[in-house]
């Protein structure tokens, strides 16, 4: 009997807007994009807004990118019925999905800045976002995080960040202000800006 062969890999385009933000290509559905709207009503702390690019190893934008991210609520709180079931706050979904624009190929998510969530130790993460980047020619979705540039102390505790050997990579995970409530997070896949992606 032959050796059984490894089955192909597929990449997630170019059908990854039609199948996961299907009213961006134009195409009415659900009433609305999962993902689309991250604040539901009234939330609580910082409104920000984060916009950014993923570049390819030349640092030409990407247009057909999808960034997905995740994160806790201004006290720290994650939006799940298991884990402190109430207290997060009721009007934000902390989960977020946005397709590259396909004239810029910029993602925009309108989000509230994340409190500090508890490592299993008890010590406390700096606030940041969880990151997730899929397109043409990625067969397997990349995982990072956003941290942002106006937190330095938490920063130098937080026990990810810490752990980056090379000390000027971290910074590819540093989200800077670009105005009032406004941050900007670039990633690039390759290169020499190549962001830290995490293994998960």
């Not at 706050?89 to 993602?107: I, L, W």
């Not at 993460?125 to 997730?132: D, E, I, R, T």
């Not at 989200?175 to 900007?184: E, K, N, Q």
Request: aromatic share 8%.
């Amino acid at each position: 009997m032959p050796p059984f062969i490894e089955t192909a890999s597929q990449t997630a385009g170019p059908y990854v807007h039609i199948g996961c933000t299907p009213n961006v290509c134009g195409i009415a559905m659900y009433g609305g994009d999962l993902g689309a709207v991250m604040r539901t009503g009234p939330v609580r702390g910082e409104e920000i807004t984060l916009t950014g690019a993923v570049h390819d190893g030349m640092g030409a934008v990407l247009k057909d990118a999808l960034v997905e991210i995740w994160q806790a609520d201004a006290a720290g709180l994650f939006n799940t019925p298991f884990e402190r079931r109430g207290q997060a706050d009721p009007n934000f979904t902390g989960f977020g999905r946005s397709a590259g624009d396909m004239a810029t190929g910029e993602f925009t998510f309108h989000t509230v800045k994340p409190g500090r969530v508890p490592w299993p130790d008890g010590r406390l993460q700096a606030p940041h976002v969880s990151v997730w980047v899929v397109a043409r020619g990625i067969n397997i979705g990349l995982q990072t995080r956003l941290y942002f540039a106006d937190e330095e102390a938490a920063n130098a505790e937080d026990p990810i960040l810490s752990r980056i050997e090379h000390r000027a990579r971290a910074e590819t995970l540093i989200a800077r202000r670009t105005g009032p409530g406004a941050y900007r997070f670039d990633i690039h896949l390759q290169g020499p800006k190549e962001t830290v992606f995490l293994d998960i």
